[in-house]
C-alpha cells in the first residue's frame, strides 16, 4: 500500500513518529508521501523524511489556508526550494473556501501559479478542494493540457464532480477516512469511478477512519480505506492494493 499524503511530520507525531512508522511497515506500507503546508513546515517536513529514506519522500507547495496577504512570500520560499532538489509533487496547493473566503482571488492566483511550476518541471500537482469545485475547476481547465496532471487529495464531490475530474484523463482522486463515514455519500459516488482512477491516503493526523474516527489518524489506518473500498467495488483486498498502489507509483513516478 502506498499512503499517497501524510502529514506525519507534524508536532502531532512528535512523541512516537517511531512507532507510528513501524505500524506502518508492519501493514505493508511501502510508501508514505508527505505534502507540505507552508515555509513553517518545511523543515520538519524534510527532516522526517531524512529519517525515513526508504518510505518518506516529499512534495513542496503553499497550502491554500497559508495564502494571505503575504502570499507572494510563500511563494517565493517554496520556489526556491523546488529549484534546489527533486520533489514528487507540487502539492498540497488549492482553494479553501470553508473557514474563510477573504483571500479568495490571491488562492486561485497561487494556485494557478504553482499549477504553472509543476508543468515546467514534470511532476504532478495534490490539489486541495474545500467548498471551492468551482474556482478550483476554474483555474484547473485554464491550465489544462497533455503536460498536467496530479490528484484531488481527500476526495468528497459528488457525482457531477467526480464525472468533471474523471475528463481530465491524467487525474486521480484520492480516498481517505471520510468513505469510512456512516454519514457520507461517496460510497456512492464511487460506484461511477473506476478503480484506476483512485489512490488510498490517509491525511494523517485527520480525517481517521472509522473505528478511530475523532481520534489522531496515522498512515496505517490506510488499510481500513481499502478495507472499504473493498466492500464498494465488491472485490478483494488485493485488487484493491494492486490497482491504487500501481496508480499512485505511475501518477507519482515511484
Not at 464532480?161 to 459516488?189: C, D, P, W
Not at 474516527?213 to 467495488?233: C, D, H, M
Request: glycine share 4%; proline share 4%.
Amino acid at each position: 500500500m502506498i499512503d499517497t499524503h501524510s502529514h506525519i511530520y507534524l508536532e502531532e507525531f512528535d512523541k512516537d513518529r517511531a512507532e507510528v512508522i513501524a505500524n506502518a511497515q508492519s501493514l505493508g506500507l511501502k510508501k508514505v508521501l508527505l505534502p507540505n503546508v507552508d515555509a513553517s513546515t518545511i523543515d520538519r517536513m524534510h527532516e522526517t523524511e531524512k529519517a525515513y529514506p526508504d518510505l518518506c519522500l516529499s512534495m513542496m507547495g503553499v497550502h491554500p489556508t497559508s495564502i494571505k496577504e503575504n502570499y507572494q512570500e510563500e511563494l517565493v520560499v517554496a520556489r526556491q526550494y523546488l529549484d534546489k532538489r527533486k520533489y514528487i509533487a507540487v502539492g498540497e496547493i488549492g482553494i479553501d473556501l470553508y473557514w474563510d473566503k477573504t483571500f479568495r482571488h490571491e488562492q486561485m492566483l497561487a494556485f494557478e501559479e504553482q499549477i504553472i511550476w509543476a508543468k515546467e518541471l514534470d511532476i504532478p500537482v495534490v490539489i486541495h478542494c474545500r467548498d471551492a469545485f468551482p474556482e478550483v475547476f476554474e483555474v484547473v481547465e485554464k491550465q489544462l493540457d497533455s503536460q498536467l496532471r496530479g490528484v484531488f487529495h481527500s476526495f468528497t464531490g459528488e457525482e457531477k464532480e467526480a464525472q468533471r475530474i474523471l475528463e481530465y484523463e491524467s487525474f486521480m482522486m484520492g480516498i481517505n477516512g471520510v468513505v469510512t463515514f456512516k454519514n457520507t455519500h461517496l460510497r456512492e459516488t464511487l460506484l461511477k469511478v473506476p478503480v484506476e482512477k483512485i489512490v488510498l491516503e490517509t491525511d494523517a493526523p485527520y480525517l481517521a477512519p472509522v473505528p478511530h474516527r475523532g481520534k489522531r489518524n496515522e498512515p496505517s489506518y490506510v488499510k481500513k480505506v481499502a478495507e472499504t473500498l473493498v466492500q464498494v467495488y465488491k472485490t478483494d483486498l488485493d485488487h484493491i492494493i494492486a490497482h491504487t498502489s500501481d496508480n499512485a507509483a505511475r501518477l507519482f513516478n515511484l
